[in-house]
Nanobody, 124 residues
C-alpha cells in the first residue's frame, strides 16, 4: 500500500508559479511511475504529466509542455510538479498518482494509488 499526500496548491495570478509536492509513505516509490492529473468542476480527470520510475521517461499534456516540469526524488520518496506561467485554464484540483512502472498509459485507470488532491486556482 502506498499513501500519497499532495500539497502545494493555492491561489495565484495568471503568469505565476506553484510547486506541487507528492510525499509517499508505506512503500518506496522507486518501482512506480508517478503521474499528475487534474480535474476541473464538471469535467473528467485529465492527464497532466508522468515520470518513469528511473526518471528517464517523461510525458506531458501538450498544453502544459514548456510550462510544467515533473520530477522525482526517490531518496525522499517524493514527486514534484513545478508549474510556471500558469493560466486560468489550469485551474483544477491536482492529484498525484502512482502506477506500476511496467504498464504505460495516460489513463487514470492504470494508477493504483492517489493523493487526496490539492486545489490550484489561477486568477486572470
Amino acid at each position: 500500500q502506498v499513501l500519497l499526500v499532495d500539497v502545494g496548491g493555492g491561489l495565484v495570478q495568471s503568469g505565476g508559479s506553484l510547486r506541487l509536492s507528492c510525499a509517499a509513505s508505506g512503500r518506496a516509490i522507486v518501482n512506480y511511475r508517478m503521474g499528475w492529473f487534474r480535474q476541473a468542476p464538471g469535467q473528467e480527470p485529465e492527464f497532466v504529466a508522468a515520470i518513469s520510475a528511473s526518471g528517464g521517461i517523461i510525458d506531458y499534456l501538450e498544453s502544459v509542455k514548456g510550462r510544467f516540469s515533473i520530477s522525482r526524488d526517490n531518496a525522499k520518496n517524493t514527486a514534484y510538479l513545478q508549474m510556471n506561467s500558469l493560466k486560468p485554464e489550469d485551474t483544477a484540483v491536482y492529484y498525484c498518482a502512482a502506477a506500476p512502472n511496467t504498464v504505460y498509459s495516460r489513463s487514470p485507470t492504470v494508477y493504483d494509488y492517489w493523493g487526496q488532491g490539492t486545489q490550484v486556482t489561477v486568477s486572470s
